[in-house]
């Protein structure tokens, strides 16, 4: 399905490979360079921003596009298909004329599901926080309606929940403006919301993500808070807050409201954590750490360097020491998603040159490995031009050692304006990929994505 061209526009966020793609795809028996492995049993699915009709440039901020969800479907090392598809919210839904499948909203938001993919108890959810739900999509991707949980979910989502490698349970901290707390959310291996606490905070924080450990969900109320000002102008309504301090909450995972312990950082702003982990009477926290966040430049993430830094939180003296890792600028970090919350070795990331932050496009970002047991990394480059936003660990087999197996990226491809589904092995990181699934259009550089196996 196609829709008319997007005119060329005065904002970074809706050109090169920003700019959102114009039509669906069902294609099958992709053509691929390399060999896949076998063991690849899978969906490899991303989402992101993808606006389906033409943006004001001059508001138009990057986490508000429509939602899109790419999928690749491998299996028997043959890549079987590729689909794209919008996530019908309302406002998609009637651009397309089609009709709304409708479902149970929380207070009216219906914000695009444009953040991330997931799969949990068999079922496939597209993602946003703020306050909306999810968005159930069938296998190949295409759009069933809101999801509630089966009524068990008494508000919105996170765009980031954290999937328990041991319980099987799924957490998240959930954030909206119309709160005066944070909602850390339970979901069971079959679906169903079994938990919810209700963390009292000021000013209405932004909270894109939160840490998990075996004993400890981590929260991050930092100083992005909602803007009513500019709200009511239509422009996206988080902004940095001087008057905001900058803090981590503690909160024993079977505990309540009155147990969080709330710890001082630096002010500075935290999308997205690698991996935490309990180490005796303290708390383990690597973080990806933004000096600044949406204070001079409120269309996207672009007020500073980010870069990796460990945080850790001594329960017995009440204090945090924070120390920065990398002095390179990254995002999007991820790690074998079987150490969630448990002791990791290590972790993957964007890695993206020091212009990238100064408004230049992603083209000619890479990935990192760190090994962050001696302190040492490994750069994957792919080529000039190119730009990978986020690479996802996929164990060869379902007990091999951690970082044994293969890292999948979705690359940008500039001589043919394409992008290639890219495996690597985790343990030749610099080598040349294992394969490449070429797809038959650009996969615009979104948000987030996963390996949800077969």
């Known amino acids: ?6 005119s060329i526009v005065a904002n970074r966020y809706l050109a090169g490979n920003f700019a959102p793609v114009r039509e669906e795809h069902t294609v099958t028996d992709l053509r691929v360079t390399g060999t896949i492995p076998a063991s690849l049993d899978g969906r490899y699915l991303r989402n992101g921003p993808n606006p389906l009709s033409d943006p004001n440039p001059e508001t138009y901020h990057w986490f508000s596009g429509d939602g899109m969800v790419h999928g690749i479907r491998l299996r028997d090392g043959k890549a079987e298909w590729y689909r794209n598809r919008w996530v019908r919210n309302q406002a998609v839904a009637e651009a397309l004329g089609e009709t709304w499948a409708g479902g149970p909203t929380h207070g009216g938001m219906d914000f695009a599901a444009n953040t991330n993919v997931v799969g949990h ?6 993602i946003v926080e703020a306050g909306s739900r999810p968005y159930e999509l069938t296998y190949e991707l295409d759009t069933l309606g809101v999801c509630d949980f089966g009524g068990t979910l008494p508000g919105g989502f996170t765009a980031h929940p954290k ?4 319980t099987g349970e799924l957490s998240g901290i959930a954030y909206y403006w119309g709160w005066e707390y944070l909602q850390y959310v339970v979901i069971s291996p079959e679906g169903v919301v079994t938990r919810t606490v209700n963390v009292p905070v000021p000013d209405a924080p932004m909270v894109h ?8 969900a981590v929260l991050y109320d930092l100083p992005v808070t909602f803007n009513l000002e500019m ?3 239509g422009r996206f309504p988080y902004a940095w807050n001087d008057e905001h301090p900058a803090r981590i909450g503690v909160l024993p995972r079977d505990g309540e409201a009155g147990d969080v312990r709330w710890f001082d950082v630096a002010p500075c702003y935290v999308y997205h954590p690698m991996n935490s982990y309990d180490d005796g009477d303290r708390i383990v926290l690597d973080v990806v750490r ?3 966040m949406f204070d001079k430049d409120r269309s996207g993430p672009n007020d500073g360097k980010p870069t990796l830094w460990r945080w850790t939180v001594d329960l017995a003296g009440g204090s945090v020491r924070e120390q920065q890792l990398d002095d390179r600028p990254v995002e999007f970090p991820r790690v074998d998603e079987r150490l969630v919350s448990q002791r990791h070795r ?5 890695s993206f040159g020091d212009d990238v932050i100064d408004g230049a496009d ?10 962050l047991a001696t302190g040492g990394s490994t750069f994957h480059s792919f080529g000039k031009g190119s730009g990978a936003t986020e690479g996802v660990f996929v164990p060869s087999a379902e007990g091999a050692g951690e970082d044994v197996g293969y890292v999948l990226a979705v690359v940008y491809v500039p001589e043919t304006d394409t992008s290639d589904l890219v495996i690597l092995s985790a343990q030749d990181f610099a080598g040349e990929p294992v394969a490449r699934v070429h797809l038959p259009s650009r996969v615009p550089f979104g948000f987030h994505g996963n390996w949800v196996p077969g």
């Open 346 to 350: 290590y972790g993957y990331s964007s």
């Open 231 to 233: 709200a009511a102008a």
């Open 163 to 166: 999937l328990d490698p041991v």
């Open 121 to 126: 108890a068999g079922r496939t959810f597209a």
């Open 290 to 292: 933004h000096p600044r």
């Open 362 to 371: 992603f083209a000619d970002a890479g990935l990192l490995k760190y090994d």
């Open 1 to 6: 399905m196609g829709v008319p061209n997007v």
């Open 209 to 216: 993500d939160f840490s998990l450990t075996e004993r400890h």
